[in-house]
């Protein structure tokens, strides 16, 4: 690690803003909790890691969609009317 990322993680570790936007972003408690460095280090590899896929989902999706034919779209969308909600079966 650079000394900028040291520093870094000395603020995250310090500081209660931080660790609540990093346990958002990554799903991992640490807010009030004593994290090891290995804890802290991958909750914000989650968070990383969470943003590239969500940054690369609409791309992976508008190559999906560009690769099929324009029939092979339309069944897509016509199945999809025709599949029952996943929550249908909630109570």
Do not use: C
């Amino acid at each position: 690690l650079t000394e900028q990322n040291e520093r870094d993680l000395s603020k995250i570790r310090e500081s209660p803003s931080y660790q609540m936007a990093l346990e958002q972003l990554s799903d991992i408690k640490i807010v009030y909790a004593k994290v090891t460095e290995a804890a802290l280090l991958h909750a914000i590899f989650e968070a990383g890691i969470a943003a590239v896929w969500k940054k690369a989902e609409p791309v992976g999706y508008a190559e999906i969609a560009s690769s099929l034919s324009e029939i092979e779209l339309k069944q897509q969308r016509k199945d999809a009317r025709r599949r029952r909600p996943s929550w249908s079966e909630e109570e």
